[in-house]
């Protein structure tokens, strides 16, 4: 399984963007797929996640409101919106796709999304006047 995030850009305050995850291979034992991020001063977190099935979505503390997931299964693309972007946004924001329920996947650490399923690379989104 491939994950290969695109859409991070710098941006002024206030903006929004679109992020996307192009997934390649076989998704059958993955059914969860989440968004982190790793902001300065943090360890990574997650922002939210999804049910690449049904589209259940579930969202980490303080995430719900400027985010929001979404995707097409058709086309094994995943994105996350961000709206009222804040320099404290700034970071890498990564895709995963996991062996989970979406609840369990948005509440892994790092090394378990690695035992459990797949990161992408990243993509650097910037916040700044």
């Known amino acids: 399984l491939q ?3 695109s ?3 710098l941006v002024q305050p206030g903006a929004s963007l679109r992020l ?3 997934v390649s291979g076989n998704t059958e034992n993955y059914p969860a ?3 982190f991020r790793q902001v300065l001063g943090k360890g990574r977190e997650a922002v939210a996640c999804i049910d690449i099935n049904d589209a259940t979505t ?3 503390d303080s995430m719900e409101g ?3 997931i979404s995707g097409d299964n058709d ?3 995943w994105f996350l ?3 009222s972007l804040k320099p404290e946004d700034t970071g890498i924001y990564y895709c995963a796709a996991a062996e989970a329920t979406i609840q369990a996947l948005c509440l892994m650490t790092p090394v378990q999304v690695r035992l459990y399923g797949h990161w992408g690379q990243g993509t650097q989104v910037t916040v700044a006047p």
Do not use: M, P
């Open 33 to 35: 797929l989440g968004w």
């Open 58 to 60: 579930f969202y980490g």
């Open 20 to 22: 996307s995850c192009a």
């Open 81 to 83: 919106q961000i709206h």
């Open 66 to 68: 400027r985010f929001t």
């Open 75 to 77: 086309k094994n693309t």
């Open 7 to 9: 859409g991070g850009d």
């Open 3 to 5: 994950l290969v995030e």
